[in-house]
């Protein structure tokens, strides 16, 4: 008698997202998104960061989205990390691999962000604001790189930005290098068949609105609404997908005709 082999069960791509910190993120919404498409979620968060934010920490967060990750199907594993740390970019993506294989989508939604202009913005929170949205992303995709193994035209790279600056210089500026920095591996990891976006999403609302805020923002929109984190997560899912592929090098506005 003959046995037929058990066959074996395809294995899902691996997705790291950075800044999954609160449910109402749009770190989340991607996290989720991916998750019902089929990928694995590894995922960043920083707790000391929504510590000094006004909305503080959101109690059982990373428990809650780790199982909304597992109800899609997907194996997750969430990993604290301190992106001001230079030697923390390389340790996530050893993290991830180490618990659920090669990485083959980075997807950079961590971000610094404390409002200060020209005159008031300290030495201290520039520096903090390039360490943690310039340099860690750079270090993020330089690890990346000198890693990927996946099947050429697979990897993807996308980063969230804003075009925010004025009152919020540090910001504004150092996500004007993320986009630099981003767009340049379009270009420079070609021969591994990764592409490289960045997707300005927009007035998205997730908790640091005022009023008076969503009111003018969504006023300002042609569909006079704010940007969900799940507007953001389509298209992410999208250029993360094989239909996705032919765009790259992109800095793609999602921001619902935003005047």
Known sequence: MTTT?????PRRPLALITGVGRTVGIGAGIARQLAASGWDIAFTYWTPYDLRMEW?????????????????????VAIEADLTDPDAPGRVLDEAES??????????????????????TSLESFDRHFAVNARASWLLIRAFGLRFRSAPGTGRIIALTSDHTVGNLPYGASKGALDRITL????????????????DPGPVDTGWMSPE?????????P???LGTPQDTAHLVDFLCSPQGRWINGQLLMSNGGLA
């Not at 805020?213 to 929109?221: C, E, G, H, P, R």
């Open 5 to 9: 082999p058990a066959q074996e069960i």
């Open 56 to 76: 503080g920490v959101e109690q059982g967060a990373t428990e809650a989205i780790t199982a909304e990750l597992t109800k899609r199907g997907a194996a997750s």
């Open 99 to 120: 618990r659920l294989g090669p990485v083959t989508a980075l997807v950079m939604c961590h971000a610094e962000s404390v409002d200060s202009g020209l005159l008031d």
């Open 184 to 199: 340049a591996a379009a270009r420079e990891l070609a021969h591994l068949g990764v592409t490289a976006n960045v997707v």
């Open 213 to 221: 805020a969503k009111q003018s923002l969504a006023s300002a929109t």
């Open 223 to 225: 569909a006079g609404r």
